[in-house]
């Protein structure tokens, strides 16, 4: 079955702390996609990758990096956290020349 | 500027009460237009694609229709099962792999 793996579900971090979360593909997908999801705004692009060591911003990129170091792995980075980046985060992947996004289960941070 | 705005935001029905929920959108061109259902505290799951005006697309109680400027996802007899937030996502030509969402319709079918 067709998996995207997130590593944390839950985590709770304090203001200014670096923050890693990282996504796993096993589907060979060229492109990955990291998307925050809030209540009334819907789910937001933050970054995405189209092929290994290769990033373009999204809509809201403003206090987040990514790296993508090989084709199965795709990690936001959150170099300071701040109250504001509270959210759930969706990690999507696609590929294979369709443009069906399979998402991860959704890492929930909570930045105290 | 593209967008997707999705109606009504939240939708409470009996269960075998019929409905359809609306997305509009506003486009440079569309490649794709998608529909996902999202269940609590889980990522989004795709139900379909739809391509071009006039097409439609069935799945057990669910038919997604698409127009020129909007698409409805027409529920049928739904279930309390069939209870999550449906969303819609348009691809803009030109732009591979990048999809904008809608906010979602949050859907509760009661007993």
């Known amino acids: 079955d067709v998996k995207v793996t997130q590593s944390s579900r839950y985590l709770v971090k304090r203001t200014g702390e670096k923050v890693f979360l990282e996504c796993v593909q096993d589907?060979?997908?060229?492109?990955m996609f990291w998307y925050r999801q809030d209540p009334g705004l819907g789910l937001r692009l933050i970054y995405f990758?189209?092929?290994?060591?290769?990033?373009e911003k999204g809509d809201i990129p403003e206090g987040y990096s990514v790296s993508r170091e090989k084709k199965e792995r795709f990690s936001l980075i959150l170099e300071s956290a701040s109250t504001n980046q509270t959210s759930m985060y969706l990690c999507?992947?696609?590929?294979?020349?369709?443009?069906?996004?399979?998402f991860g289960a959704g890492s929930r941070l909570t930045v105290l | 500027e593209d967008q997707v705005t999705q109606s009504p935001e939240a939708l409470r029905l009996q269960e075998g009460e019929s409905s359809s929920l609306n997305c509009s959108y506003t486009?440079?061109?569309?490649?794709?237009l998608f529909w996902y259902r999202q269940d609590p505290g889980k990522g989004p799951e795709f139900l379909f694609t739809?391509?071009?005006a006039g097409e439609e697309k069935e799945k057990e109680r669910l038919k997604a229709t698409l127009t020129k400027k909007e698409s409805f996802l027409h529920i049928t007899a739904p279930k309390p099962e069939d209870s999550a937030t449906y969303l819609c996502?348009?691809?803009?030509?030109?732009?591979?792999?990048?999809?904008?969402f809608g906010q979602g319709t949050t859907l509760q079918v009661k007993p």
């Open positions: 999507a992947s696609s590929g294979g020349g369709a443009n069906v996004l399979t």
């Open positions: 589907m060979d997908h060229e492109n």
């Open positions: 990758s189209y092929d290994v060591k290769m990033k």
């Open positions: 486009v440079s061109g569309l490649r794709g």
């Open positions: 739809l391509y071009s």
């Open positions: 996502a348009v691809q803009p030509s030109g732009n591979t792999g990048k999809l904008i």
